[in-house]
């Protein structure tokens, strides 16, 4: 089928998802990660394909990681459907109401928004998340995932469109678009009317284009350059253990820290320790002149560092003067994901809450926070850096819209 005749079919699975009980729809949850556990075998060796195809094809070694599945992965996988399937089912919930003067009671409840194209890079755990997460907000998904994961999201995909059809519901739920050319993404970006909310989930460039080409509504996710600043009154110990988290827990995520600033006023007591942590687990500083003369091992920041997401090895270290300083390079050089703090100031902190401009900022805690998983919202589809209907990792709301229900007793204007 072509991509309209896909969406076309989304839609008429839309139409009994938005009908589907609670019940229905967690039962297919349950059922996708029951035969995802049992099929795990299935999916590495499909996965195995995409992963020699990638180093055959020159793939450096963070997306390698993003790419891999492993039986520990699928698990995890499957563990998030069952995660979903234990939350509030958020279609029906009254956002707000009231009963106006007149007496007509007015209500403001949750839907679905119908059909949800995701276009998104490497990452094959994304299939059955964004799928998850989908059904249980009662959207038909139409995914498009990387040309590389092909293999893993085709058996990821036919074994969720199994388990749902079994559970008694629409196996065009669930859909993968062709990855072997660009043309399914250009189609599904002028899908609309068929497609409802596009959410581009990847690199700066696919955003981008995503972005500024779709004629279909986009969500936003947005690129991590993420920044740890350590305050002139941060407890160095903590300072440390927040940073080498943020940068050294996943190399590969768009939570993890790219960024370092440190107050120059503990930069002689907090890099040195930071710089040896940074070389035991070999990631590369990139720093400014400051940073330089605490270590040969330093290499010299260009301008192009400071608004790098190197997903790599590596880390830029600047050492600013103020507080504000470190808010003026955020500014300049962040991408609203994800800012840190350490400090033990309550006023340093209060004004870098309200001065930094991002869909989450953690205080004396590590960048890899944000994550709806760990916000308890279960698997996430993606974190939104826009600042329309969704900011942070969008959970099942985020993947509604509202309608509003009048109820009247005959009531004429």
């Known amino acids: 089928m072509s ?3 896909q969406a076309a079919a989304a839609r008429v699975a839309a139409i009994d998802l938005a009908a589907a009980t609670r019940a229905e729809k967690d039962r297919a949850l349950l059922l996708m990660a029951d035969r995802l556990v049992e099929r795990t075998d299935d999916i590495v060796a499909a996965n195995a394909v995409d992963i020699a195809n990638g ?14 599945l492993t039986p520990d992965r699928v698990a995890a996988m499957a563990d998030g459907l069952r995660q979903l399937a234990a939350l509030p089912d958020p279609i029906g919930d009254v956002v707000r109401g009231s009963t106006l003067a007149n ?8 839907v679905p928004f119908g059909v949800v194209g995701m276009i998104y890079e490497g990452r094959p755990n994304v299939t059955a998340d964004a799928a998850g997460i989908c059904l249980k907000s009662g959207n038909a998904a139409l995914l498009r995932g990387s040309g590389s994961a092909f293999s893993s999201n085709a058996a990821i995909v036919s074994v969720l469109r199994k388990a749902v059809t079994d559970a008694g519901l629409p196996a065009n739920a669930i859909q993968l678009l062709d990855a072997t050319t660009r043309d399914s993404v250009k189609e599904l970006m002028r899908a609309r009317g068929l497609v409802d909310v596009l959410i581009p989930r990847g690199g700066a460039s696919l955003i981008k284009t995503v972005v500024e080409q779709s004629t279909v509504p986009v969500i936003e996710t947005g690129v991590g350059n993420c920044h740890v ?46 710089l040896e ?39 830029s270290v600047g050492v600013v003067d103020s507080l504000e300083d470190a808010l003026d390079h955020i500014r300049q050089h962040g991408t609203g994901h994800t800012e840190a703090i350490v400090s033990e ?6 004004r870098f809450v309200a001065g930094v401009d ?41 993947l509604t819209s509202t309608k509003y229900v009048v109820t009247g007793n005959g009531h004429t204007r």
């Open 55 to 68: 180093r055959e094809n020159g793939i450096g070694e963070a997306m390698i990681d993003r790419l891999t």
């Open 103 to 110: 007496g007509l009671e007015l209500r403001q409840v949750r």
């Open 277 to 315: 942590e940074f070389a035991l687990k070999g990631v590369t500083v990139h720093g400014d002149a400051r940073v330089a003369g605490h270590s040969d091992d330093v290499v010299a920041a260009t301008e192009e560092d400071w608004g790098t997401e190197y997903l790599s090895a590596d880390i």
């Open 3 to 5: 991509v309209l005749e």
């Open 229 to 274: 600043y350590v305050d002139a009154a941060a407890d160095l110990e903590k300072a440390l253990a927040v940073t080498v988290n943020s940068k050294t827990q996943r190399l590969s995520t768009c939570n993890t820290a790219e960024s370092l600033l440190v107050h120059a006023e503990i930069a002689d007591s907090f890099l040195p320790l930071v």
């Open 358 to 398: 991002a869909a989450a900022v953690m205080v004396n805690a590590s960048t890899r926070f944000t994550d709806g998983g760990e916000f308890g919202f279960g698997a996430e589809i993606g974190i939104s850096t826009q600042k329309l209907h969704a900011r942070g990792p969008m959970g099942l709301p985020e």
């Open 345 to 350: 100031s309550v006023t340093a902190t209060r």
